[in-house]
């Protein structure tokens, strides 16, 4: 088993900052990528970020130059930099770890979302 906890999200006035924070504990063997996907209400889910190991990461292009992914494996914790944030960054944000488990399965594992609000 897998948990996934998300942290950081908030209340924020239009271009100011947040930075979120994800991490994994459980039955892992290694962490194959992390991302970030949001929500926005009345929308689907959409990609935000990602970092796969030893890649580079990605951004949506609507992120591109304001979001900041990063990871720390040593501590399986992954982060989102939001920086001049604005009003249509608002949604729920949830973060993604895929994982090799001990029995080599490979899983997608879910955080249960943090909530980012951003004033005008």
């Known amino acids: 088993q897998v948990h996934v906890v998300e942290s950081g999200g908030g209340l924020v006035e239009a271009g100011g900052s947040l930075r979120l924070s994800c991490v994994a504990s459980g039955s892992i063997l290694r962490i194959n990528a992390m991302g970030w996907y949001r929500e926005a209400p009345g929308k689907q889910r959409e990609f935000v970020a990602a970092?796969?190991?030893?890649?580079?990461?990605s951004y949506a292009s609507s992120v591109q130059g304001r979001f900041t992914i990063s990871t720390d494996n040593a501590k399986n914790t992954v982060y989102l930099q939001m920086n001049s944030l604005k009003p249509e960054d608002t949604a729920v944000y949830y973060c993604s770890f895929g994982v090799t488990t001990p029995e080599y399965r490979i899983r997608d594992y879910w955080g249960q979302g943090t909530q980012v609000t951003v004033s005008s």
């Open positions: 970092h796969s190991s030893g890649g580079f990461p």
